[in-house]
């Protein structure tokens, strides 16, 4: 089955509005990492987080270990944030990231 | 600061060519991860390295992918005899190399087996 499943797997929103993201994983995840995969397929880093919370602008993330989950909160939705947002976890500091399948986010005007 | 660069960024081959992929990393970056993606199977990774040595290659397919990395400047992925299940979007990225760290990818090379 899927390490890392991320729900939804598509979101359409108003401009303005707030959305959250969501992160399973059913590995020991050890640390966490979400991109955005923008419409011409840069993949930009947003977070890399231990457990515990960051916040970047209008973004918010949380990696919670014990509960195996992750969350991407993003507040007052613009248009540059559509795209693939992807999460990542490396297991048992092992290097390499797991990713999940992503969620597709439109933002309408 | 230029970020991670990958070259080319598209190629197409002919069934049973060779392709060789380059990624140059973040200057200072220790660490350099090669990850494909396809619509399929998603973001898989391949292999990475740590201050050049090979770490792990547990995600590379055995008989006709290798990759190199000759000096901290760049790393190559290069695939054997290709095969039209290898088109995929392959992708590059470094980190400082504090364990994982925070990963930086480049835009990609698209390869298209016909």
């Known amino acids: 089955g899927d390490k890392v499943k991320q729900s939804p797997s598509a979101l359409s929103l108003q401009e303005g509005t707030n959305s959250a993201l969501r992160c399973n994983f059913s590995i020991a995840a050890t640390t966490v990492q979400w991109f955005l995969q923008n419409p011409r397929g840069s993949l930009i880093n947003l977070f890399y987080?231990?457990?515990g919370t960051k916040e970047n602008g209008r973004l918010k993330s949380a990696f919670d270990s014990k509960e195996s989950y992750s969350t991407l909160h993003i507040r007052d939705a613009q248009l540059e944030d559509s795209g693939t947002y992807f999460c990542?976890?490396?297991?048992?500091?092992?290097?390499?990231?797991?990713f999940g399948q992503g969620t597709k986010l439109s933002i309408k005007p | 600061n230029a970020g991670v660069i990958q070259t080319p960024r598209h190629k197409v081959t002919g069934k049973g060519q060779e392709a060789t992929l380059w990624c140059e990393p973040i200057s200072g970056h220790s660490a350099v991860f090669w990850y494909r993606q396809t619509i399929v199977q998603g973001l898989e990774f391949l292999t990475y390295?740590?201050?050049?040595?090979?770490?792990?290659d547990s995600g590379m397919p055995k008989e006709r992918f290798s990759a190199q990395m000759p000096n901290q400047s760049h790393s190559t992925l290069k695939i054997q005899s290709t095969q039209p299940q290898d088109s995929a979007v392959y992708l590059c990225?470094?980190?400082?190399?504090?364990?994982?760290?925070?990963?930086?990818f480049g835009e990609g090379s698209k390869l298209t087996v016909l």
């Open positions: 390295f740590r201050n050049q040595a090979p770490i792990d």
């Open positions: 990225a470094s980190s400082l190399g504090q364990n994982t760290g925070q990963l930086y």
């Open positions: 987080l231990v457990p």
């Open positions: 990542a976890a490396e297991h048992y500091n092992q290097g390499k990231l797991i």
